[in-house]
C-alpha cells in the first residue's frame, strides 16, 4: 500500500470518526430545544416567539446536521468527490445559522431579560387564583414579589388580603393559601433576580454548545476537504502508479 493510499485511509477513517462525534452533536441540539420548552415553561413570563423561534432554529440546525452525516458517509464510502462537496456546502451553510443564531440570542438577551421584569409586575396587578403563573414561578425559585414582597402591597389582590402575601411565598407554601406578614415565615427576597439569572443561564448554555458545535464543525470541513484533494490526486495519478 502506498504512502497516499495510507493517508487516504486515515483520513476516511478520521471522517467516520467525526460523523459519529457529529451526529452525538444533532442529538445534542435537539434536546436543546425540548429542554428550551421545558425550561421556559418555569418562567411563563418570556414573549413565546423568542422561545420558539430558538427552538425551531435549533431543530433545524439539527435536521442538517443529520443529513450532513449521511451524506458524508456516503461520500467517504464512495469515495465520491461531489458528495463530500456538498458535504461541505451544508456544513458552511449550518456554520452560518449556528452563527447566526448565537448572534441573534447574544443581541436579544438584554431584551428578554428586560421584558420579565415588566411581565412579572403586569402578572402580580392581575393575579387571582385563576391564574397561576406567579404562584409557579414563587414555589419554584423560593421568592415572594418582583424586586421583593413589599410589591404585593401595591396589588389588587392585597387589598382583598391585607397583612398577607399569597400562599406560594410561604416556607411550606402546599399548606397555606396566604402568609401573614407579621409571621415572617415566607421568602422576603424577590423573583426577578433569580428568574433573569435562569434565564441567563439557559440561553448561555444554548450559545456555548453552539460554539463547540462550530468549532467540531470547523474540524469536519477541513476534514472532508483533505480527503477530496487527495481522492483528486489519487484518481489523477497514471494507473501504474495507483498500485
Known sequence: MSYQDQETKYTKC?????????????????????????AMKKVGLIDEFHVYFVVYCLFAIGICIIASCVLSCCGTWKEDKIILYVFIVIMW???????????????NIDQIKNSIHGSMSHKM???????????????????????????????RWYYQHVGNVPGSCCYDNSYHDTCSITSGKFYHKGCVSKVVYYVGYTYSIIMAILLVTLFVQVVGITIAYTLTRLLKEYNALPVDNKD
Do not use: K, P
Not at 460523523?19 to 452533536?25: E, H, I, P, S, T
Not at 451553510?93 to 443581541?107: D, G, K, P, R
Open 14 to 38: 478520521s471522517l467516520y470518526s467525526f460523523n459519529f462525534l457529529f451526529f452525538f452533536a444533532a442529538v445534542t441540539v435537539f434536546s436543546l430545544g425540548i429542554w428550551l420548552i421545558f
Open 93 to 107: 451553510i449550518i456554520l452560518v445559522l449556528e452563527l447566526m443564531l448565537a448572534i441573534w440570542i447574544f443581541y
Open 125 to 155: 396587578s392581575l393575579y387571582s387564583v385563576n391564574d397561576t403563573t406567579m404562584d409557579n414561578i414563587q414555589s419554584y425559585y423560593d421568592c415572594c414579589g418582583v424586586g421583593n414582597y413589599t410589591d404585593w402591597y401595591s396589588t
